[in-house]
Nanobody, 123 residues
C-alpha cells in the first residue's frame, strides 16, 4: 500500500505563500488520483484540491480557486499544493490522500492518508 507523507506546513502571515509537498512511502502514487484535504478546529474535513493520475484534471473548492494550485510529478512520486495569498481562514491541518480511482470524481473515496501538516496563517 502507499503511504503519503506531507511536509511544508508552518506559520505564515496573511498574504504569504506556502508550498506543501506530499511524498510516497511504500509503493508509488502510480495510478492514484491525489487530493489535499484540510481540517480546521471544530470544522469538518474538506477536500481542498484534487488531481487525476495523469494530471489532466483538477478540482478546487471555491474558497481556494485562483489562490491554490495542485500539481504532481509522477517521475518523482510527489504531489504539491502551492498556496498563495493565504488567509486566516486557511488555517488548518492539511492532509494528503490517495484514491485508487485514478480520475477526479465527486465524492470519491480516498484510501490512503498522511498524518497531516499544520498550516497557521496569522491575520
Amino acid at each position: 500500500q502507499v503511504q503519503p507523507v506531507e511536509s511544508g506546513g508552518g506559520l505564515v502571515q496573511a498574504g504569504d505563500s506556502l508550498r506543501l509537498s506530499c511524498a510516497a512511502s511504500g509503493r508509488t502514487f502510480g495510478g492514484f488520483a491525489m487530493g489535499w484535504f484540510r481540517q480546521a478546529p471544530g470544522k469538518e474535513r474538506e477536500l481542498v484540491a484534487a488531481i487525476s493520475w495523469t494530471g489532466g484534471t483538477t478540482y478546487y473548492t471555491d474558497s481556494v480557486k485562483g489562490r491554490f494550485t495542485i500539481s504532481r510529478d509522477n517521475a518523482k512520486n510527489m504531489v504539491y499544493l502551492q498556496m498563495n495569498s493565504l488567509k486566516f481562514e486557511d488555517t488548518a491541518v492539511y492532509y494528503c490522500a490517495a484514491s485508487t480511482i485514478g480520475r477526479v470524481r465527486p465524492g470519491q473515496t480516498y484510501d490512503y492518508w498522511g498524518q497531516g501538516t499544520q498550516v497557521t496563517v496569522s491575520s
